[in-house]
């Protein structure tokens, strides 16, 4: 009988491609943003920018499970480059006086802070992303977009509140990761692992 070996993905793939792309992305975003804050047009190519890293988060994803090309790298790499992604532009809209501190600061530290748990249980085992999680991502990619556009006045009421449910959203998925983690770690206690 002939045995089938199955061959580990290169990390030099396509989908590992997109996620180096989108940390190339950021730096580009923020000149964008600082280089005219409250220009519009600067405001337009920014807010592309970052679309179009957002959006890659979605494609590489995709790409590496459709083609069996995940690897650990882009275990480790893809939630990175989210953050960064997140982080700069939460900071830079800060830093430009139109987004509130106390929101960069919350969505900040339990980004920072679900990371680390994270590998605070790796070695009992991976918490995946809850459905929540990914609302949570998808409603701070969407008011961070809305803050990013230039709206007018009354329309930015829009883009606070859905600001708002994205740092709810934030908070209560934060506090579920911080439950699963602890169970996590109880059951493989448990087990010896």
Known sequence: MTQVSQ??????N?????????????????????AGPHDPGMRFAAFGVFGLAALSDKFDGELARRRNL??????????????ALIGAALLGLSLVGD???WITIVILVRELGITALRFWVIRYGVIAASPGGKAKTLTQTVA???YLLPLPDPVQLVAYVVMLVAVALTVATGLDYVVRAIRLRRRG???GQ
């Open 70 to 83: 995940i690897t650990d790298f882009g275990k480790v790499a893809d939630p990175i480059a989210d953050k």
């Open 7 to 12: 061959s580990r993905p290169s990390v030099w």
């Open 14 to 34: 396509v989908a590992n491609g997109v996620t180096a792309l989108r940390f190339a992305l950021v730096p580009l975003f923020c000149w964008l943003l600082f």
């Open 144 to 146: 961070i977009g809305l």
């Open 189 to 191: 206690r448990v087990t």
């Open 99 to 101: 987004l509130a501190w």
